[in-house]
């Protein structure tokens, strides 16, 4: 990668970081045209393989930006000497996580004490109500590409399937979480999805 590579790497994270309403997933359409299908610096299965590891591990889902980004170092530094590519990895994946990070946090910020201050005002709750359809949209834009981005298994219809009895589980039950995700990563190890 060439400096004007890694600017506009960076650049890129910064003006999308405005755009992360409803978290850091929602990014995942725009980040896939990005790293996948701009400058093929990831691979299909490296961009489905770093969201979803980032989904499965505890904490927030912005890891998977530090993901791209470490892919994307270590792609950079092919075949130079391991330590080369680990520095590369983890330059990119701090850069980019910060150029994600930084400007929606201060931004976040200014606009929540704002908000506190004058959460009464009609603007700002017919703001936060139509705000809502759109995460929602995004939401499913993401899903509908890490469902895409996947292959393999017997059934790669049934992908769907699952998908939306899931979406009608959390929508219409109170069932927890995590029987959702044991019963798709038991249907997934054993090979159906």
């Known amino acids: 990668m060439s400096p004007t590579d890694w600017l506009d790497l960076i650049w890129r994270h910064l003006t999308l970081s405005l ?12 980040l896939h045209q990005y790293h996948v299908g701009e400058h093929a610096w990831l691979s299909e ?9 980032a989904q499965a591990a505890p904490g927030p889902n912005a890891l998977f930006i530090a993901l791209l980004g470490w892919q994307v170092g270590l792609h950079s530094a092919a075949g130079g000497p391991w330590w080369w590519q680990g520095l590369c990895g983890l330059a990119a994946a701090l850069a980019v996580l910060a150029a994600l990070l930084l400007p929606s946090s201060l931004l976040t910020l200014t606009l929540t004490r704002w908000t506190q201050r004058h959460r009464q005002h009609l603007g700002v709750r017919a703001f936060r109500q139509g705000l809502a359809p759109v995460v929602v949209g995004v939401l499913g834009a993401a899903s509908m590409l890490l469902l895409q981005g996947q292959s393999g298994g017997r059934w790669p219809e049934a992908r769907w399937a699952v998908a939306g009895v899931v979406m009608l589980l959390v929508w219409r039950t109170k069932l927890h979480l995590l029987w959702m995700l044991a019963a798709g990563a038991a249907l997934g190890s054993l090979g159906y999805l």
């Open 19 to 30: 755009l992360a309403v409803g978290g850091a997933i929602t990014l995942a359409p725009a």
């Open 45 to 53: 299965a490296e961009f489905a393989q770093a969201l979803t590891l």
